[in-house]
């Protein structure tokens, strides 16, 4: 089945760690993305990849980083940099190329910082 | 980016109608009203799209104003299963056409539906 995976679904943190959430799709999606969720908060856009080696900041990509080097993978690093990491992160991806298709999402990643 | 409004929350009782609006007023030409619901804990689902004809599938109705200014999500026969938070955005259909267009995805609050047995 096709779909998109993120794990693992719970991470803890010590602070001042980096730590990396894992996104990975098998649909063959060009674009891929990253959203960040707080409590009782809607989606806010990290990073975002149209394209392999290619991607773009959101509207609070300060404290991440990613990297696209495959179609099928777009890994997120939480750095020490983020003062506030906990939080659900979202993954998704969307076929551009067809006019009217929809975004599919990951289950999410929970971090914790301890 | 063009942006929709939602209000915060609403409420329904079990087995009623719901509508659940959304305001786009700088909607653009080519834009798509692409709805998905969250479930807590999960991540958002697909609901149903449209692009200027009221829309039917076996989740949802959606109907369009004739301006596109605005939309409604109809769920005819609320469930238990059915409260969850229901987002409203804007999908770029111009990039399928042209090439051209933003390739943001942006999704607001949403519309957080809590359904009383």
């Known amino acids: 089945d096709g779909g998109i995976t993120q794990s693992p679904k719970y991470l803890f943190r010590k602070e001042g760690q980096n730590v990396t959430l894992s996104c990975e799709q098998n649909l063959n999606h060009d674009a891929m993305y990253w959203y960040r969720q707080d409590p009782g908060q809607g989606l806010r856009l990290i990073y975002y990849?149209?394209?392999?080696?290619?991607?773009q900041k959101g509207d609070i990509a300060e404290g991440y980083s990613v990297s696209r080097e495959k179609k099928e993978s777009f890994p997120l690093t939480v750095t020490s940099a983020q003062k506030n990491p906990t939080a659900f992160y979202l993954c998704?991806?969307?076929?551009?190329?067809?006019?009217?298709?929809?975004?599919?999402f990951g289950q999410g990643t929970r971090l914790t910082v301890v | 980016d063009a942006k929709t409004t939602q209000p915060n929350s609403m409420e329904s009782n079990e087995e009623e109608p719901v509508h659940l609006p959304c305001n786009h007023s700088t909607i653009s030409g080519t834009d798509y009203i692409h709805w998905y619901r969250q479930l807590p804990s999960q991540g958002p689902e697909y609901v149903i799209h449209?692009?200027?004809s009221n829309v039917n599938n076996r989740m949802a109705s959606l109907a369009i104003a004739e301006d596109r200014k605005s939309s409604t999500l109809i769920l005819h026969r609320a469930t238990l299963r059915d409260a969850a938070v229901y987002y409203c955005i804007l999908r770029d259909a111009g990039i399928g056409y042209s090439g051209a267009g933003s390739y943001q995805l942006t999704f607001g609050k949403g519309t957080k539906l809590s359904v009383i047995p």
């Open positions: 449209g692009l200027t």
């Open positions: 998704a991806s969307i076929d551009w190329g067809v006019v009217n298709t929809e975004a599919f």
């Open positions: 990849s149209q394209i392999v080696n290619d991607f």
